[in-house]
């Protein structure tokens, strides 16, 4: 198993050029236009904004989850505290994708 090795965004652009044949910066403005975290940008980031889940067939699912505030303790003094109530991202693998990686 190749635990540790990591794929960046120029290497996958790399990959995808290579398979689609487009050149290596389309390729990697492919990348952004669906993956970028900026503001306003990023396909599968906008339709998470607006409260859509992403369903990528055969690959999963992206969305999004809220958490209530919640009582907490801070653990070097033990005082009681509020911890925020929070919205989140998560990402569900589709069965497929995840027997395959398990395997």
């Not at 492919?30 to 055969?58: C, H, N, Q």
């Not at 911890?83 to 995840?98: E, L, W």
Request: overall charge positive; cysteine-free.
């Amino acid at each position: 198993m190749n635990e540790g090795v990591l794929v960046n965004k120029k290497e996958m652009a790399e990959k995808l050029a290579k398979k689609t044949g487009l050149t290596k910066t389309k390729a990697a403005e492919v990348i952004d236009v669906i993956f970028s975290t900026k503001p306003g940008e990023g396909i599968i980031a906008v339709e998470l904004d607006a409260g859509r889940k992403v369903e990528i067939a055969g690959f999963g699912k992206f969305g999004t989850k809220s958490r209530s505030a919640r009582k907490g303790r801070n653990p070097a003094t033990g005082e009681e505290i509020t911890i925020p109530a929070k919205k989140y991202v998560y990402f569900k693998p589709a069965a497929g994708f995840r027997r395959r990686v398990e395997d």
